[in-house]
């Protein structure tokens, strides 16, 4: 009965995922592939909950609702925690420099630092576009001659102290941010073709 049952499950994994589910040893060599926008999606998804959790659970938290420490853009001067976005653009060069398969940054249509400012037609298109709808944005665009997929995903105020820093910084070019407000977008890029 045991050998049955382990059979059986057995021919239900690899009908449910598939004749590449016993290549343990070689992924990619698979027959299917996974789309550039299942990929994007998929680590817009670790991203944003990544994201979303430092914010809540320790900027937001510890900054806002215990006043236990602050968060600030020069954290290294002042003993601070380090602002989310700072956060993220540092996980961003971090990707960049192990020569991972995509890029990714944080770019907003009222950028606090001007670094942060859509700088690619598909950027500036895909920004206004999440914010006119709240819904992710993809397209093609080639760039330094090679072709990419391109994702951009709506950056949501998720806390009080993502839209109160945002909304009190002395450089910020818009200053009526509220909760729930799509402040800018995590850009993804993903190149197509080898």
Same mark, same amino acid.
């Given at each position: ?5 382990? #059979? /059986? +499950? ?14 343990t040893?070689?992924?990619?060599? $698979?027959?299917?592939g ?6 994007a ?16 659970m ?11 420490i602050?968060?600030?853009?020069? #954290?290294?001067? %002042? ?9 993220f653009?540092?996980?961003?060069e ?14 907003? +249509? #009222? ?13 500036k298109? /895909?920004? $206004? ?15 330094? /001659? ?5 994702a ?15 909304? %009190?910084?002395?450089?910020s ?22």
């Amino acid at each position: 009965m045991k050998k049955k049952l382990k #059979w /059986g +499950l057995s021919v239900m994994l690899i009908l449910f995922l598939g004749p590449t589910a016993c290549n343990t040893t070689k992924v990619e060599s $698979a027959p299917f592939g996974i789309s550039p926008k299942v990929m994007a999606d998929a680590l817009h998804a670790v991203m944003e909950a990544d994201r979303t959790v430092y914010t809540k659970m320790i900027v937001n938290r510890l900054q806002n609702e215990e006043k236990v420490i602050k968060a600030s853009e020069h #954290w290294k001067d %002042d003993k601070a925690l380090v602002l989310p976005a700072q956060m993220f653009r540092m996980g961003a060069e971090r990707v960049a420099e192990s020569k991972a398969p995509f890029s990714y940054s944080l770019i907003s +249509l #009222w950028p606090v630092n001007k670094q942060n400012a859509p700088k690619t037609e598909s950027e500036k298109i /895909g920004l $206004a576009e999440i914010n006119r709808t709240g819904e992710s944005y993809y397209t093609e665009e080639t760039l330094g /001659g090679r072709k990419y997929f391109t994702a951009l995903y709506p950056d949501i105020a998720v806390a009080p102290a993502c839209y109160s820093c945002h909304n %009190d910084h002395q450089d910020s070019p818009k200053t009526d941010f509220k909760l729930g407000d799509v402040m800018g977008g995590v850009v993804i890029r993903i190149p197509l073709g080898t």
